[in-house]
């Protein structure tokens, strides 16, 4: 069995948003919605991360906020929100079912780690790839992609560098070599 995990595809961190990726320049959330609706047909299971932050508590209580100030995907707002198309497609049709989008107040998260371990239970197989896409590749998509290397140390993980964005050319590639370093596939379409 497969899964997908698109890491905060939210409108805050795509073109026009507050924290837009600046990585790679021409805008690949269109890809990454076709990547899911592909997967989808495949059979995978589809997970999404939602980085989600308090308006009141943001800025003044969590070290995120104080390190980067800038409001971004404030609960309630559209900025918070996953892009249009990758949870439900044109028709309605369920891509992410809810019960696997995981609220995120940091870069990692727990919860998607214990989500991917019930799939065996759930789906009646073997997981044996987790695929890895999203914003911002040196920093959410990697803190999710090092806690699942250690979460399931003999599965394969493979992150798409191409269905991925980051606040710079450089962060991104870092963020590549990092990956290798912790045995985790690279892959491009």
């Known amino acids: 069995m497969k899964a997908v995990v698109f890491v905060d595809v939210q409108n805050d961190f795509v073109k026009g948003g507050a924290l837009p990726y600046a990585y790679p320049v021409e805008e690949n959330t269109s890809k990454i919605i076709q990547f ?8 995978y299971a589809l997970f ?21 100030p800038v409001e971004h995907c404030l609960e309630g707002t559209e900025g918070h929100k996953i892009v249009n198309g990758l949870v439900k497609d044109e028709d309605g049709n369920v891509i992410i079912p809810q019960g696997h989008i995981v609220d995120k107040q940091t870069f990692g998260s727990f ?5 991917l371990e019930e799939i ?9 790839e987790i695929i890895i896409c999203g914003y911002c590749t040196s920093i959410c998509v990697a803190a999710n992609a090092v806690l699942l290397r250690a979460k399931f140390p003999d599965v394969k993980i493979t992150v ?7 606040v710079s050319e450089e962060a991104h590639k870092a963020a590549l070599a990092v990956f290798t370093m912790q045995q985790i596939d690279i892959a491009e379409s």
């Open 36 to 43: 899911a609706k592909e997967c989808r047909s495949k059979g």
């Open 48 to 68: 999404a991360t939602a980085d989600t932050h308090c308006r009141e508590t943001y800025l003044t209580k969590t070290l995120e906020g104080k390190k980067l």
């Open 111 to 115: 919860d998607l780690s214990y989500k």
């Open 120 to 128: 065996e239970s759930i789906y009646c197989e073997k997981l044996d």
């Open 160 to 166: 798409r560098a191409d269905l991925c964005g980051d």
